[in-house]
């Protein structure tokens, strides 16, 4: 008895000192990790909606999005930014997407995705998020559910879930602001 | 043994994967690109060599009895250290590796060389040991990944290295790629060992 409480002692011990070691390096690393995610989001943000100041509002759904206001003159919206969600074929896919003020797509960034390797992560490529741009509300489809969104051969799927994550927030932002 | 035979044996006659076969699962997995196993064979000899290094510092401090459970804790505390630093100053490797540094944990290499080397050797030795398995790691994530790049997408390090009309063979960057790949390698080494 008193041998295996001395074994689990010893373990608490390693324990004890392993996890001090790492809370000490996660009070250096997270503040630095945070900084560069916001730095990302704002520089991802500029590229969607050039020369507008941004404003955070949170929707009553409790999602938040970004309000683009031009900087020569901060009464004018130029439209609104926010990150759209949904599962894809493994995993959330992340998307930034910038609308104008009647919520036609100025541009769409994926920014966090994990999709197999060659077909569905074909999504980060230029050439497919291009084609977003100008589509507003009932093309944002993919071609085979009547959209205008061309799917990337083999991952349909991600496709859909791209188009439709973005269609749904585009919806939830309308909803919002509809309600003023 | 010597430093320098302890260090050379991990790249061919020990290699970690081919010879030894062990760690496929994240070889198999990370092996899309040449890149990805650069990044993944770096970070994990890294973890090797710190886990090495304390392993056998502690050698004579670890009741047997626990050894394992001490040894997971010593890899588990490198791996997040890896991921907490990796992520706040290589964020673009990051992006790419962060599935699979988690993994680095259950990767049997690292408590495959805790177990059987580490904890009967000194710390210069445990040192060698690391080096030359990490680097024979990561050289044969280099040689799966080359394959695997060049035959499903075409390029090599991110380069284009084939003509434009060369249409990728895209099974080679899916799971049953890794499978072939390792394979066909696997067999090759066997038939270049016996002939000698």
């Given at each position: 008895m008193k041998y295996y409480l001395k074994l689990g002692f010893i373990l608490l011990v390693f324990c004890v000192v392993a996890s001090g070691i790492l809370a000490y390096l996660n009070t250096l690393t997270a503040p630095v990790i945070a900084a560069r995610k916001a730095k990302e989001a704002v520089e991802t943000r500029a590229a969607l909606i050039p020369e507008a100041e941004f404003a955070e509002r949170t929707a009553g759904t409790g999602e938040t999005y970004f309000v683009a206001r031009s900087v020569s003159d901060s009464t004018e919206v130029l439209g609104y930014t926010f990150v759209a969600a949904q599962n894809g074929y493994s995993g959330v896919v992340q998307t930034m997407v910038g609308v104008d003020r009647e919520f036609k797509v100025l541009g769409i960034k994926v920014i966090n995705q994990s999709e197999t390797p060659g077909l569905g992560a074909n999504c980060t490529q230029p050439s497919f998020m291009e084609q977003f741009k100008g589509l507003s509300l009932p093309d944002l489809k993919v071609d085979k559910d009547g959209g205008k969104v061309k799917s990337l051969s083999g991952a349909t799927i991600t496709s859909r879930t791209i188009a439709n994550s973005i269609a749904e927030s585009i919806k939830a932002v309308q909803a919002d602001l509809g309600g003023e | 043994m010597t430093f320098s035979k302890e260090l050379t044996k991990g790249f061919i006659k020990d290699n970690p994967i081919f010879i030894l076969v062990l760690g496929l699962c994240p070889t198999l997995a990370v092996t899309t690109s040449v890149v990805n196993g650069l990044g993944m064979g770096f970070a994990a000899t890294f973890v090797l060599l710190c886990s090495n290094i304390i392993v056998s510092m502690i050698k004579g401090i670890t009741p047997s009895k626990i050894r394992i459970p001490v040894y997971i804790v010593v890899i588990a505390s490198f791996v997040t250290i890896v991921d907490m630093v990796m992520g706040a100053y290589l964020p673009g490797l990051h992006k790419s590796l962060g599935l699979f540094i988690p993994l680095i944990v259950v990767n049997c290499i690292i408590l495959g060389r805790a177990e059987a080397f580490a904890s009967k050797n000194n710390v210069l030795m445990s040192i060698a040991d690391a080096i030359g398995m990490g680097l024979g790691f990561t050289l044969s994530l280099v040689v799966i990944a080359t394959v695997r790049e060049i035959l499903g997408a075409g390029t090599w390090l991110g380069f284009?290295?084939?003509?434009?009309?060369y249409d990728p063979?895209?099974?080679?960057?899916l799971a049953p790629g890794a499978f072939i790949t390792l394979g066909f390698l696997m067999a090759l080494i066997n038939m270049v060992k016996e002939k000698k």
């Open positions: - | 284009r290295v084939t003509p434009l009309t063979m895209l099974i080679a960057i």
